[in-house]
């Protein structure tokens, strides 16, 4: 067999539907059904799940630590926010593309800043372009109505055809649609020889230089593409909610997806959609306890898992290595440890 | 014009006090300590809950401040950091933000989410004219004791042995290791009175920062750019850089307020893109 | 003599690769051995397991009879091993006279006696060390370990990339310091160079000592010097520093 026949083959291997990755999405199908009286949430979920997976695009799989993902997030809020309520684009769909695109340029412009550097420069960097957009919008209250957000946004029908609804049936299947489709692409390229190549990059980027993987160009791609993802998340939830404040641009929120990667865990695209289902339904139950000192539990939550890492990771690995003496298998290098 | 660039200095000072500490645990460990704020705000509040509260005399407390900080950031590394060193930068990142998110929950909690005011005694309030220059009365108490402090710190890291010590090990820690020196003891020294002096910086700029639960936060921008700009070879770095930053935030504010902080963040982004290791770092080849 | 260094069963290596197989290796007190061996062979490796910068898999390391395994490196240096690193590795930011004080024990080798050892340093004693050639690093590298009144020198290629005549002014140095009674392992690629200052000598290969005997021996075998360090008697490629 020649060696791009394996490799090919080895991708399509990767690439094969597993049926826990079937069941998984059958069960997000049937939340439609099922829980309807719990749609609002279920939106909220989709929409943190779709900028989790977009932080897990340059974190888990480029290895770029951003503390500053909400920039494109808000941009896309904003956009969205703008662009209806000026009645420029009145069609979500289209509107969501344009805020994407928007979201996606500002993170091919910002890649270039990302490129050198050590985790610290890059950690500061996005922090900053994050400050930047944020203060932008306070500054230019005219536009986006400042400290007091951007109201008065009104969203046409879906597609010209489903108007918005009170209790959020249209939001949710639109947001699931979106995410959905959104991770089918992901994956897709994930699968790809250009998703081998990003990991060649996170595990070393200088062997990946050295065996002729351009390096820069790649980082480039997937930034902006993560970029894109994070404005379509930002776009949904304007979409959805019809508002648009300071907020999205802020340090919290960067920290937030952050930590709900890591509960997911990274590099394997499911994390951010399971980290967001975790962290959703724990805010709701914990929020009625502790509405106000929510923040402190994730605090915790954080220190935990970091301290608690080592041990968690070595359980992972015993336990990985025994199901694989029973298989039979080589043990795969485990994805999920933070 | 000369009063703000004497308010620019005695900001500036206030900051370097508040980030020196920070820049000598990145440097000396590689550590990225986003939580470093925190320890700043404990200061702060220590003396709050001191003077008005116990009606401990403004100038008494700074130094309660400086050790309840020291003491808390002596803890703190002894029972939690010292497990996140060999971690990643991105683990290291998850534990600090979440000891940001922790204190400031609890802050929140036990003191109210308002701002609080420091009862500054009247003879720090009001200020001198100096040849038509207005001088604050309490801007100049903080240029004289974070001007003391920039001293004594300089004296005792090229002057001791202590200071010698911790040079080397900055410089490369592996080798100073093996070369007999307790790296980690070092560190843990250096570790809380950098706390410390977060906290008393903390305390004497309650009046002039605002302090409030979210104050790591606010400021968590600050001092990063303080060590960055800055670089973590020296002290003289972040000195400068906490000087800079100072004066063109304060001038900033006064001549075009409409930009804001636009303009601090911008230049930020500008030194890191140019210079990574910092405006007045070394270049070194690591 | 009894033995002041002695390894046995050691394996260690860095990360999850283990570069030293099944190490041992005895040191008597006052001797100094010369570690030869081909690039890459585990020579530094081994260095570095005494001092205590690798990890460990297995085995001892006794230090004039007490077990310094369980030590950290800095103990490890308290202990009496005074390590010369490969790269010299001098503190950039600290002058010639601090390099020397940050480390000093009490004990014979005072700071004036390095001086006295290597005059060059004392003219540039308030000099930072990173505007020094490399002749200068090294005795810098030598006098900080020796400040440290070790029981012991580790010196890692201490003559790697110097001129002929700064090679002849370190032996010689090297040579007044082993009189003293200081034991002392060099790490070295090229066998002409220390055999005659050294008087045993072991040779590395994959990881493993598979030749131990008295330099004087070892120089005149040339046969056993071709077999596992190249052509005898000539000089080998050098091995390019590291960036």
Sequence with gaps: ?338 | MLTILFDGIAYGMLLFVLACGLAVTLGLMNFVNLAHGAFAMAGGYVTVVLVNRLGVPFLAALPLAFLASFVLGALMERTLYVHVYAKSHLEQVLFTIGLVFMSVAAVDYVMGSQQQFVGLPAALQGRYDVLGVGIGKYRLLIIVICGALTAALQLILVGTRFGTRLRAAVDDRRVARGLGINVDAVFAVTFAVGSGLAGLGGALGAEILGLDPIFPLKFLIYFLIVVTVGGTSSITGPFLASLLLGIADVAGKYYVPKLGAFVIYTIMIAVLIWRPQGLFGRVTAR | MPDLLSIEGLRAGYGEAVVLANVSLTIAEGSAIALLGRNGMGKTTLIDSVIGVTRRFGGTIRLAGRDITPLRPDRRAHAGIGWVPQERNIFRSLTVEENLTAVARPGAWTVPRIYQLFPRLAERRRNLGDRFSGGEQQMLAIGRALVLNPKILLLDEPLEGLAPILVEELLGALRRVFREGVSAIIVEQNARKVLDATDRAAIMERGAIVHEGPSRALAADRQLLETHLGVAGKSQGRRAPLP
Excluded: C
């Design chain 1, 1 to 338: 067999m020649t060696l791009a026949a394996q490799v090919a083959r080895q991708l399509a291997a990767r690439a094969r539907w597993r049926p826990l990755e079937i069941v998984f999405w059958l069960a997000a199908l049937a939340s439609i059904f099922l829980l309807p009286s719990r749609h609002l949430i279920l939106t909220e979920i989709a929409i943190l799940g779709l900028f989790a997976l977009s932080l897990d695009l340059i974190l888990g799989y480029a290895g770029i630590l951003s503390l500053g993902h909400a920039a494109f997030f808000g941009l896309g809020a904003y956009a969205a926010g703008l662009l209806a309520k000026y009645g420029l684009v009145g069609e979500p769909v289209l509107a969501l593309f344009a805020a994407g695109l928007g979201a996606a340029a500002l993170g091919f412009v910002t890649s270039f800043l990302l490129l050198r550097g050590s985790d610290l420069t890059r950690l500061m960097v996005t922090l900053g372009i994050a400050l930047i957009l944020r203060e932008i919008a306070n500054r230019y209250d005219w536009l986006t109505g400042g400290a007091d957000g951007l109201q008065g946004i009104v969203i046409g029908p879906v597609l010209g055809a489903f108007a918005f609804d009170i209790a959020g049936h249209v939001a949710y299947v639109y947001s699931l649609s979106v995410l959905f489709l959104a991770f089918l692409a992901a994956r897709r390229l994930m699968n790809s020889p250009f998703g081998l190549s990003l990991r060649a990059i996170k595990g070393n980027s200088l062997r990946a230089s050295a065996i002729g993987i351009g390096v820069d160009a790649r980082l480039v791609a997937i930034y902006t593409i993560a970029a894109g993802y994070a404005g379509i998340a930002g776009a949904l939830l304007t979409q959805t909610t019809q508002f648009a404040s300071l907020d999205v641009f802020s340090f919290e929120r960067s920290a937030d997806v952050l930590l709900v990667l890591i509960l997911g865990g990274t590099g394997y695209l499911y994390g951010g959609l399971i980290g967001a289902v975790v962290f959703k339904l724990v805010q709701d139950a914990l929020i009625d306890v502790t509405a106000q000192y929510w923040q402190f539990w994730i605090g915790l939550v954080l220190v935990l898992i970091v301290l608690g890492g080592e041990r968690v990771k070595r359980l992972a690995a015993a336990a990985g290595g025994r199901i694989a003496r029973l298989v039979g298998r080589r043990p795969k290098l485990d994805a999920k440890a933070p």
